[in-house]
């Protein structure tokens, strides 16, 4: 303990005393969090707007069209002269065969690269191949709508000769890749956050280097890596590009994946990229259209916090 | 080669053990033998000419400062040490006549053999159960009646079964500190190991717990070679029946613990443990 006495200077007590900062404190903590909630509050009304409008104009939608023969109707001929139909089943299908087909390609090879980077690449693998990932992720999606219709469709078929121009498949292809980076990087943000001393527990019991990838870290990671499969569904779910370019406009409720298809998205883009007149179902089609796409990606987003608790292992 | 290796030794021992003047004359036979052991971290030398016979069915202590490379000892008894990278080694370590280093003797081999505890207690978030079946699944037991059985009586080795026994489905980490460091005590003993190594298993324990897992050594040693890094000096003299003094990466003094305690050969030994450095 210094002896006060032996001192020249004011203790440190009546220097803060001094400077009497408090005051200056008190009315920046007093403005701080209004302006921050004022902040906050302008993307939560936009959220707010964007889906009142959607709603808004998807109950106008169902005032011209029967809410029953739209989400029950296996016909989409929103074009048709004579008698135009508004189910939207096709067009669920043609969404669901895309995000089948991208998650079996993503899953597989995301988990393997997450595996990969977390367990196995040396410090300075990882630095080259984290940057590359990135990249892929960062590719204007209209890039990847052209490499599926210019370069994988023509490749398939020369595997499939059947392979129409406008398919499910290679656009589902594509899309996937496009969204193993995120399974990659999130899953390997899990598995990374899996402490040392869990892997070293099962090391020194003699398990293999895979071993404790599939039954330590993985385990430990699921809740994570759940999550990052989810929303890279979610993201097949709503990706629009890729299968404007590639998938066709035929909206077609069955099990093909070698013909022209039509997801939601597209659909969208179809009429929003037309001259549909305002007022007419089919322009009030599209916010149905997109109000039933912000219910399956909301359904994701639920989905995947429910997975992150529920699959939650404590360490 | 290892049968010629394992009577060489045995033949050694015989023609040692009257020579080896403290050592007791029942002495047991060594299972690991550590010979001019080096190590470096980088350019960091850890170890330096360790030379150290450990045998079976006794409970070794390895006592030092900290940083004199205890940690780093126990753990190349195991090869773990080599997970770090930049790690190199000279010298040999034989466990029962083979020496570990060997390119055709497998890690995964030696370290079913040898099962480590580590100064954290560190179960896997899984169920009691399946943190000690874990081992034995991984290799290959897959019957859930033997399976149970090995639970079952690991737990209890491990002196933790009545604590347990209603909940084995519950994940391990609901469990305090000291349940969880003899749930991994249990999880070590499930492949039935020949030798346990234990880095300061009990530094994050309270009184009682560690009272338990003394009184647990006490009792393991019947069955399995015991080699625990402490920093409490009365721990190791209530437990082990060998004590090694290590200081700066050497070992400098290795003898049976009442000695080291009592009459120490080296005065750097004598003020360790009665407190004047370290
Ligand atoms: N991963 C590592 N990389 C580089 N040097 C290391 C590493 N681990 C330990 N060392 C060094 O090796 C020496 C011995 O460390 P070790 O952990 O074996 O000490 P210890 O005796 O176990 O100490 P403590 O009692 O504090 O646990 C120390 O000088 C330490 O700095
Ligand atoms: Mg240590």
């Not at chain 2, 460091?181 to 994050?204: G, H, K, N, W």
Request: overall charge neutral.
């Amino acid at each position: 303990m210094v002896n006060p006495t032996t001192r020249e200077r004011a203790s440190v007590q009546e220097l803060i005393a001094k400077a009497g900062n408090n005051k200056r404190k008190k009315i920046i903590e007093k403005i701080i969090p209004v302006i921050l909630f004022l902040i906050a509050g302008v993307s939560v009304l936009t959220t707010v707007g964007i889906v009142a409008t959607l709603i808004f104009e998807t109950v106008t939608f169902f005032r011209q069209v029967p809410i029953l023969s739209f989400i029950f109707g296996t016909e989409w001929l929103p074009f048709s002269n004579k008698e135009p139909k508004f189910g939207i089943l096709p067009l669920i299908v043609g969404t669901l065969k895309i995000t089948l087909i991208a998650v079996v390609v993503a899953v597989p090879i995301g988990l393997a690269a997450a595996i990969y980077l977390s367990e196995y690449a040396t410090d300075n693998a990882r630095r080259i191949i984290k940057p590359v990932l990135e990249v892929l992720a960062g590719v204007p999606t209209i890039v990847y709508g052209f490499f599926a219709l210019t370069f994988v469709t023509p490749v398939l078929q020369t595997i499939i000769p059947d392979l129409k121009i406008f398919n499910a498949l290679s656009p589902g292809i594509v899309v996937g890749f496009m969204i193993i980076p995120m399974i990659a990087s999130l899953s390997e943000d899990a598995m990374s956050a899996v402490p040392n001393a869990m892997r070293e527990g099962a090391l020194a019991m003699g398990a293999t280097k895979f071993e404790v990838a599939m039954k330590v870290v993985l385990p430990a990671a699921l809740s994570g890596i759940l999550a990052s499969v989810v929303l890279a569904t979610s993201r097949a779910i709503g990706e629009t590009m890729i299968v404007s370019l590639a998938g066709g406009s035929t909206p077609r409720f069955d099990a093909d994946f070698t013909g022209s298809i039509q997801t939601m998205t597209a659909y969208i883009v179809q009429v929003s990229t037309g001259d549909a007149g305002y007022g007419t179902p089919i322009y009030y089609s599209i916010y149905a259209v997109g109000f039933t796409l912000f219910l399956f990606t909301l359904l994701m987003n639920f989905l995947a916090s429910r997975i992150t608790k529920r699959f939650r292992e404590a360490y | 080669m290892v049968q010629l290796m394992n009577r060489t030794d045995k033949e050694t021992q015989a023609a040692v053990s009257p020579v080896e003047a403290p050592i007791r004359e029942t002495a047991k036979p060594v299972v690991y033998d550590t010979k001019q052991l080096n190590l470096w971290y980088g350019s960091h030398h850890a170890l330096k000419n360790i030379d150290l016979p450990i045998r079976e069915n006794e409970v070794t202590a390895i006592i030092g400062p900290s940083g004199c490379g205890k940690s780093t000892y126990i753990k190349t008894l195991n090869r773990m040490v080599e997970l770090v990278d930049g790690v190199r080694t000279s010298g040999e370590i034989l466990y029962r006549g083979r020496n570990i280093f060997d390119a055709k003797y497998s890690v995964e081999e030696l370290r079913t053999r040898v099962g480590m505890v580590f100064q954290k207690p560190n179960p896997f978030p899984k169920s009691i159960y399946d943190n000690i079946a874990y081992g034995p699944r991984i290799h290959g037991i897959k019957n859930k009646k033997i399976l149970d059985e090995i639970v079952e009586q690991s737990l209890r080795g491990a002196a933790i079964w009545d604590e347990v026994k209603d909940r084995l489905s519950t994940n391990a980490y609901s469990l305090s500190g000291g349940q969880q460091q003899r749930i991994c005590i249990a999880r070590a003993l499930a492949i039935e190991p020949d030798v346990i190594l234990m880095d300061e298993p009990t530094s994050a324990l309270d009184p009682i717990s560690t009272l338990k897992v003394e009184e647990l050594v006490q009792e393991l040693k019947e069955n399995y070679s015991i080699i625990i890094v402490t920093h409490n000096m009365q721990q190791a003299a209530r437990i082990s029946d060998k004590t090694a003094f290590f200081l700066n990466g050497e070992v400098i003094e290795f003898d049976d613990t009442n000695k080291i305690f009592q009459n120490p050969a080296d005065q750097r030994t004598e003020d360790y443990i009665s407190g004047r450095f370290g």
